[in-house]
Antibody, heavy 117, light 107 residues
């Protein structure tokens, strides 16, 4: 059974960089079958796709966030990471990492990141 | 970007009743639509993909239908554990997008 776990600071100051890591167990992020992605959900709102990364290192970002987002992977640790720069209060959300083949079949539990001074 | 509009926003029903949830796309997504269930404090769970295929372990009371721009999730007889929020998701166009959700609560 694949498991994903997000980790990182729960509080980030405005204009700073949000950094999260997703640790995957029970499966390899080097698999050619899957993408590994980040999705967020502002409090009380719907889901927003942030972006994803493949085994090749190719990345795919939501155009609405592309200028501020970087997703990378560390295959030796079976982890992938999210960096979101110049954050504002609008970036406050629960951030999920997930595995995607065509759809999102395994998710982490999510981590709340609050942007506040 | 394809916008997915879900209706109704809230559906109040009793256990045992049939739930019908709608998801309408701003342009055709072919059959590339999924449904997820989310309970408070939990991650979403994949229920249905490619419009009508149940994910592993999903009970037969959940079914999906539709094509193009109009899709439906039906829960044939609500069990207590089915009261939750349901999201639709399209993978036809980048960026992939989600609906705003329909909350199914107890009447």
């Amino acid at each position: 059974q694949v498991q994903l776990q997000e980790s990182g600071p729960g509080l980030v100051k405005p204009s700073e960089t949000l950094s999260l890591t997703c640790t995957v167990s029970g499966g390899s992020i080097s698999s050619r079958l899957y993408f590994w992605g980040w999705i967020r959900q502002p409090p009380g709102k719907g889901l927003e796709w942030i972006g994803s990364i493949r085994y090749s290192g190719n990345t795919y970002y939501n155009p609405s966030l592309k200028s501020r987002v970087n997703i990378s992977a560390d295959t030796s640790k079976n982890q992938f990471s999210l960096k979101l720069t110049s954050v504002t209060a609008a970036d406050t959300a629960v951030y999920y990492c997930a595995r995607k083949w065509n759809y999102l079949d395994f998710w982490g539990q999510g981590t709340l990141v609050t942007v506040s001074s | 970007e394809i916008v997915l509009t879900q209706s109704p926003a809230t559906l109040s029903l009793s256990p045992g009743e049939r739930a019908t949830l709608s998801c309408r796309a701003s342009q055709s997504v072919s059959s590339y639509l999924a449904w997820y269930q989310q309970k408070p404090g939990q991650a979403p769970r994949l229920l249905i993909y490619d419009t009508s295929t149940r994910a592993t372990g999903i009970p037969a009371r959940f079914s999906g239908s539709g094509s193009g721009t109009d899709f439906t999730l039906t829960i044939s007889g609500l069990e207590p554990e089915d009261f939750a929020v349901y999201f639709c998701h399209q993978r036809s166009n980048w960026p992939q997008t989600f609906g705003q959700g329909t909350k199914v609560d107890i009447k």
